[in-house]
């Protein structure tokens, strides 16, 4: 167990992560992760029984175009090389103020139009979550979509 209660990890933008899991049976909890290039938090690939908890993570990610944030930065992420997590828990994190923006989740893009279309396929992200928490298969939209 990394006990971080009351330490503050700050990469100055000067490491791509201010913590990577390369290990399982993992617990990491009470940090403050500052200023990391790409990510708060990494879990390495295989990795399984990882419990993240009470950390407060922000500042992280690159930009791909000086306004908007890179896709898959993320205060928390995990690499996967089979489709679910194993035994992986992730609570009462503050994740907050990424360095870069990022367009809202509740605004529905062209992009997301194959969710309305395709109800076979599961958005990249998703790929890698529990079974449980993973996005329905026919997602309700409860707004009307124009097309524009």
């Not at 330490?7 to 617990?27: C, F, K, P, R």
């Not at 306004?67 to 997590?85: E, N, Q, Y």
Request: proline share 5%.
């Amino acid at each position: 167990m990394y006990d971080g209660t009351g330490s503050t990890l700050d990469a100055q933008n000067g490491s791509a992560v201010n913590i990577s899991i390369n290990a399982s049976y993992v617990i990491v909890r009470g940090f403050t992760l500052k200023g990391a290039q790409q990510h708060g938090i990494l879990i390495d690939k295989n990795q399984h029984d990882v419990i993240i908890e009470d950390n407060d993570i922000s500042g992280w990610g690159r930009t791909r175009d000086g306004t908007w944030g890179t896709d898959m930065d993320s205060g928390i992420r995990a690499v996967c090389t089979t489709p679910t997590l194993q035994r992986v828990t992730i609570q009462r994190n503050r994740i907050h103020d990424p360095r870069w923006s990022a367009n809202s989740w509740s605004a529905l893009r062209k992009a997301a139009r194959h969710l309305l279309t395709s109800a076979s396929r599961l958005p990249a992200a998703a790929a890698c979550a529990p079974p449980h928490a993973r996005l329905p298969r026919r997602p309700r939209i409860s707004r009307s979509y124009s097309g524009k």
